[in-house]
């Protein structure tokens, strides 16, 4: 399947599931479901059938809020059958509304903001010790970089020359009920990385070619960034860029003209 055809498969998951479940966050999973689909479909080695194989590369989806996206990943990769997707938040299932641990193919439970960046250095620093050719990869909220313990794992990584570790930060500028310029205005999310000693790369967030290009890139040295600029809710017109749709799972009219709109293929 091409990527654009994964994302779009993510997409249209991501709100059955929002819709059958009431769990939300759609507008965060909708933002980062084309990193997700480029790197599950293109970039990762991933072991689908042995998910904890030692040669995996490792992911961390640190705004565990958007597991929908993960989940939806995961389960086009086969990792676990597709029926689980709409079981999410049920009792018995084994999804739940934020990333969770037990489920094939994640690595850490998240939710809990600021902390996938930390355990994500300490994976890379163990491979590099050990002489590994994985790759670790962290997806960070806009929103979750107000989280000090960000800049600790940010400084650790650049001053020790991380360079098997990769964090993408999914920069729609809102966060939760806000917009990020109303709580922490970020002056330039770019160049406080790069201050941190990382090599930084700005994309727009839902160019597959701009992503592929991105996140396959390897420095010699540095840790990379990747600031992905990208919409809130991406992918559902009447979602995009709008608040409200952090919290809301659609239902009726809602998600009646949302799957209209992703089957009609338009983005
Ligand atoms: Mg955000």
Known sequence: MVTEEF????????????????????G??????????????????ICPDDPMNSLRDRFILSKGHA?????????GKGYFPREELYRQG????????????GVPGTELSTGSLGMGLSVGAGMATAIKRDGGRQRVFVVLGDGECAEGAVWEAALFSGHNCLSNLTAVVDHNKLQANDECENVISWKN???????????????????????????????????????????????????????VWHHLSPQGEDYANAVAELEAGNI
Request: hydrophobic share 45%.
């Open 7 to 26: 994302a779009r498969q993510i997409r249209r998951d991501v709100v059955e599931m929002a819709h059958r479940s009431g769990i939300s966050h759609i």
């Open 28 to 45: 965060s999973a909708l933002s980062a479901a084309d990193i997700i689909a480029v790197l599950y479909n293109e970039v990762m080695r």
């Open 67 to 75: 597991s929908m996206a993960l989940y939806a990943a995961l389960a």
């Open 90 to 101: 049920e009792n018995g299932g084994m999804l739940s509304g934020h990333v969770a641990h």
């Open 189 to 243: 999310m770019a160049e406080l990385w790069r201050s941190c000693g990382w090599h930084v790369l700005e994309v727009n967030g839902h160019s597959i070619p701009a992503l592929r290009e991105a996140l396959s890139f390897r420095h010699g040295v540095k840790p990379v960034c990747v600031v992905a600029h990208t919409v809130k809710g991406k992918g559902v017109s009447f979602m995009e860029g709008q608040k």
